[in-house]
């Protein structure tokens, strides 16, 4: 497939078919993000693909009760939102990040802490390379005839299930991905025109 048809194509899947996702295919999209740029070729980035509906279910929970205790909102039996979404897909994708330091932010650590914290909560190129991963995996997805959809309200109750995952120590839950066939499509949503987000100086 084109890369430029790919990246037109693709948008976010809610609704998905209950046929599962073949190891082989999903193992040519974690190829595909193993492929992007990371600061320093960190490559600080894996994935838990959870299958087991055993084990999608108790996430769901999780995220479920946590939702419903922070919020006060019971979520509807049988209707996927914005946080259990995944639950829902035959396949979610567990994004794991792992710690980047480069040169550069050991130096400002121990020299100008100020100018470190802005730079880990504002630059954060290892949080950059882990999104750029992120995006090969739904492009290569795409092209392999399956839909996604990138999640980050899960991570509502990111503890609990950074636990459920038993995380290596240092590692982080930073999204879930929703993958598998797609049921049906929405309509997808305009694009601003490239005039619109450019400037030449």
Not at 9 to 36: G, N, T
Not at 89 to 115: H, I, M, N, Q, Y
Not at 153 to 162: Q, R
């Amino acid at each position: 497939m084109d890369v430029f048809a790919a990246m037109k194509e693709r948008q976010s899947i809610r609704k998905f078919r209950k046929e599962p996702v073949p190891r082989d295919q999903v193992l040519r999209m974690v190829e595909a993000a193993s492929w992007a740029p990371t600061a320093g070729n960190s490559q600080n980035f894996r994935f838990i693909v959870v299958q087991d509906k055993e084990t999608l279910a108790r996430m769901k929970g999780i995220v479920d009760e946590v939702l419903t205790r922070t919020t006060g909102k019971e979520t509807s039996p049988g209707k996927p939102s914005s946080h259990n979404l995944f639950a829902y897909a035959p396949a979610a994708v567990c994004v794991v990040g792992l710690p980047f330091e480069s040169s550069t932010d050991k130096a400002l650590r121990e020299k100008d802490p100020e100018r470190f914290k802005a730079r880990r909560f504002q630059v954060n190129p290892g949080l950059q390379g882990i999104s750029a991963g992120i995006a090969q995996f739904l492009l290569a997805a795409h092209a392999l005839g399956y839909g996604t959809c990138w999640m980050t309200g899960p991570l509502i109750a990111k503890a609990e299930l950074e636990s459920t995952l038993t995380l290596r120590p240092t590692e982080e839950l930073v999204a879930i991905i929703a993958l598998g066939k797609a049921e049906s499509a929405p309509a997808k949503p305009p694009r601003k025109a490239p005039e619109e987000i450019v400037a030449f100086r």
